[in-house]
């Protein structure tokens, strides 16, 4: 049986007294990670993606897409959050600001001789992982990395070849970060997560300020114009918590409208927006869907209060849409170029395809103000990281798009 996309568009019935503050998502706190992520070698911005005939196509004014496949070599944004905390730890352990620790200096034998070991843990779908791995392995430190049945095999041998005890275990992604936590506390290691909870939230708010790195970056390459709306998929909300904080600072009542993109089976935070006392809602089960990197049915904590708060629109994604958004991509309209998109990173432009384009979704569009003067950017938070599934789906047609009304 056919999911059907669902948008719930956000009565902000929380923006006149929110309670949750958007300072650590300012232009001065993400310009420290971004200057961090500057000293690593093989830094560069990703590309901002200009699709012109997509855009027309589509009846808006632009759409810019921020292609993150690019990320280090990694085919993902994920390691800007994970090496940015894992590195404000080791900071701490020195008992320096990070400012004055660049990745030369706090990757080098004189630090890590002065700290010891260190093992760091986490739960993943695979790119937060692979970025934990990789960082480690530039720390000289070693790394244990769990990850949620279903994984793709793929993606375990990647996080692998970064030097990192890696496995699968038989467990929903939620049930794999409890358990992970468990056993950092058991043998001594640092949890690395994105998720936050009560008594762990200072290493949560580190990876998301990491992340503004892409948002700092997709300004400047937008000449500091903001869009008029971002899509930004969300799988426990810490990308989307840190796109909704960055914007309300910078720009507070006149800030883009964010929507917020999840996998259906997966909607926490579309369940959550929905829920009338503003309490964040779990969603359990096995969480199958093809985008694996939104597999993810509890909200980070620090997320949801900001999404909550400011948030326009969420939207529960059935897999066709993300599938949708992969082969738009991958298969432009002359004149535009490709972008390889894998499935968690396509769903924004298949959302933004199907408001667009579907008479079922006429309100919507209307109530979100879709038109033709509206400046959209989407973020494609990962390439084909797992090549085999991208070329099933792009190439061989598996899960059909056209299921939308």
């Known amino acids: 049986m056919t999911q059907n996309l669902n948008v719930f568009i956000n009565a902000t019935r929380f ?37 012109p005939r997509l855009s027309q196509r589509l009846g808006v004014k632009s759409l810019h897409v921020k292609d993150e496949s690019a990320r280090f070599g990694l085919k993902a944004f994920k390691v800007l959050g994970g090496a940015y905390a894992m ?46 791995a990789w960082t480690a392995r530039q720390l000289k430190q070693k790394a244990v990395v769990y990850m ?32 992970s936590a468990t056993e950092a506390e058991k043998n001594g290691w640092l949890v690395v ?36 709306h971002i899509f930004i998929q969300a799988g426990v909300g810490s990308l989307a918590g840190m ?14 409208k964010v929507i917020v993109a999840e996998a259906a089976v997966a909607d926490c935070l579309y369940r959550s927006s929905r829920n009338a006392d503003g309490r964040a809602v779990a969603v359990g089960g096995d969480l199958a869907t093809v985008m694996a990197g939104l597999a993810c049915g509890e909200a ?36 535009d170029p490709a972008v390889i998109s894998g499935e968690s990173g396509a ?26 003067d509206s400046r959209v950017l989407v973020v494609s938070t990962e390439g084909d990281t797992d090549p085999q599934r991208y070329r099933d789906i792009v190439w061989d047609g598996e899960i059909p798009s056209k299921q939308h009304p």
Not at 193 to 206: C, F, R, S, V
Not at 243 to 256: E, H, L, N, Y
Not at 349 to 371: D, K, Y
């Open 87 to 132: 590195a404000w730890h080791i900071s701490e352990l020195v008992g320096e600001d990070i400012g004055k620790l660049p990745f030369e200096v706090i990757t080098s034998d004189k630090v890590r001789n002065s700290i010891g070991e260190v093992v760091f843990a986490t739960t993943t779908d695979g790119n937060h992982g692979r970025g934990v």
């Open 300 to 335: 980070n904590s620090i997320g949801w209060n900001i999404l909550r708060d400011y948030s326009t629109a969420f939207a529960s994604c059935p897999d066709f849409v993300a599938t949708r958004g992969m082969r738009i991509l991958g298969n432009p309209l002359p004149g």
């Open 15 to 51: 923006s006149a007294a929110p309670t949750m503050h958007v300072d650590a998502f300012s232009h001065a706190e993400l310009s420290r990670a971004l200057a961090f992520h500057r000293s690593i070698p093989g830094y560069a911005p990703t590309p901002l993606v200009s699709l």
């Open 193 to 228: 997560q994105d998720t936050a909870w009560t008594g762990y939230e200072k290493i949560p708010l580190w990876i998301m300020q990491g992340y503004g790195s892409l948002m700092l970056e997709a300004m400047q390459q937008l000449h500091e114009v903001p869009p008029t």
């Open 347 to 372: 769903v924004t432009t298949g959302l933004l395809s199907i408001l667009m384009q579907s008479p079922a979704h006429t309100a919507t569009r209307e109530a979100l103000a879709l038109n033709e």
């Open 243 to 256: 796109v909704q904080g960055m914007v309300t600072s910078a720009w507070g009542k006149d800030r883009p």
């Open 148 to 179: 949620p049945r279903g994984s793709s095999e793929e993606r375990l041998a990647a996080i692998r070849r970064e030097g990192a005890q890696a496995s699968i275990v038989d467990m929903n992604y939620d049930e794999a970060v409890r358990m």
